[in-house]
């Protein structure tokens, strides 16, 4: 079994609390979108980026300085989002690391795909990105059917708890031969299943410490998943899709 999750755009530099075990496994096409990125201009990367003059500015910055092979975090205490904040591998146990570093798969435009103890530095390229390179015209191109194949030799079985924008990658290229679950985290609302964004985050971070704290070999495990006041709804679920369902107006929760 592996999980994939999504990255974040807020990173983070932490060279002392934990150590880095290994480089990305696609480092060197990592390097290609790295030459391609420091040549462009500040406009261009700008509008690539989609951010404020002060993110690109800190952006800029980090490719003129940038070292894939030095000074780096691991990815799972390098990346800042809501996700990350609810996941809280800051306080995980050694059994519990060892447990995501078996099982989770960070997919990520700049690196393709992660190991949590891959070592990193902060970068900003998303998936959908609109960057030719080579013969492709953006980085859904660029990196083809790599991550998926590259995670179709590792498991036959994926629980997604990624975004749509990301997931695609993988579920685009899907075989036969592997169960691919996507859980959903939502509301009933008119009959449907409503998704908010900001929740939806948080609850897939609160999955996977769920996973990693009771050690989940089997899917059938995942139904037992109770963070933020979520429950598994049989009646909303199938073969390929669990629904966790939210009533309007619970508390927040832990964290």
């Not at 859904?140 to 990301?166: H, R």
């Not at 390929?240 to 939210?246: E, Q």
């Given at each position: 079994?592996?999980?994939?999750?999504?990255?974040?755009?807020?990173?983070?530099?932490?060279?002392?609390?934990?150590?880095?075990?290994?480089?990305?496994?696609?480092?060197?096409?990592?390097?290609?979108?790295?030459?391609?990125?420091?040549?462009?201009?500040?406009?261009?990367?700008?509008?690539?980026?989609?951010?404020?003059?002060?993110?690109?500015?800190?952006?800029?910055?980090?490719?003129?300085?940038?070292?894939?092979?030095?000074?780096?975090?691991?990815?799972?205490?390098?990346?800042?989002?809501?996700?990350?904040?609810?996941?809280?591998?800051?306080?995980?146990?050694?059994?519990?690391?060892?447990?995501?570093?078996?099982?989770?798969?960070?997919?990520?435009?700049?690196?393709?795909?992660?190991?949590?103890?891959?070592?990193?530095?902060?970068?900003?390229?998303?998936?959908?990105?609109?960057?030719?390179?080579?013969?492709?015209?953006?980085?859904?191109?660029?990196?083809?059917?790599?991550?998926?194949?590259?995670?179709?030799?590792?498991?036959?079985?994926?629980?997604?708890?990624?975004?749509?924008?990301?997931?695609?990658?993988?579920?685009?290229?899907?075989?036969?031969?592997?169960?691919?679950?996507?859980?959903?985290?939502?509301?009933?609302?008119?009959?449907?299943?409503?998704?908010?964004?900001?929740?939806?985050?948080?609850?897939?971070?609160?999955?996977?410490?769920?996973m990693a704290e009771k050690g989940v070999q089997r899917l059938e495990e995942l139904r037992a998943f109770d963070g933020l006041q979520f429950r598994f709804?049989?009646?909303?679920?199938?073969?390929?899709?669990?629904?966790?369902?939210?009533?309007?107006?619970a508390a927040r929760g832990r964290r």
């Amino acid at each position: 079994m592996k999980i994939i999750i999504s990255p974040a755009k807020k990173m983070n530099v932490d060279t002392d609390s934990l150590d880095w075990l290994a480089l990305p496994e696609f480092l060197s096409r990592t390097e290609q979108l790295l030459e391609k990125l420091k040549n462009m201009s500040y406009a261009d990367l700008k509008r690539l980026w989609k951010c404020s003059d002060q993110i690109a500015e800190q952006n800029l910055q980090r490719l003129q300085s940038m070292d894939l092979r030095r000074h780096l975090t691991p990815a799972i205490l390098s990346y800042e989002g809501i996700q990350y904040q609810h996941m809280a591998p800051g306080v995980f146990t050694t059994w519990e690391f060892d447990y995501i570093q078996e099982h989770l798969r960070i997919l990520s435009g700049f690196y393709g795909l992660l190991r949590p103890f891959d070592g990193v530095t902060p970068y900003r390229l998303e998936m959908q990105a609109k960057l030719p390179v080579g013969q492709a015209k953006d980085v859904y191109g660029f990196w083809g059917d790599a991550i998926a194949q590259k995670l179709f030799a590792e498991t036959d079985c994926i629980v997604n708890l990624a975004s749509k924008e990301y997931s695609v990658c993988v579920s685009r290229y899907l075989p036969e031969s592997v169960r691919f679950l996507t859980c959903m985290f939502g509301e009933e609302k008119d009959g449907k299943v409503v998704e908010k964004a900001t929740m939806c985050k948080m609850a897939r971070g609160e999955m996977v410490r769920f996973m990693a704290e009771k050690g989940v070999q089997r899917l059938e495990e995942l139904r037992a998943f109770d963070g933020l006041q979520f429950r598994f709804s049989p009646w909303h679920s199938d073969e390929n899709t669990y629904v966790f369902l939210r009533q309007p107006g619970a508390a927040r929760g832990r964290r």
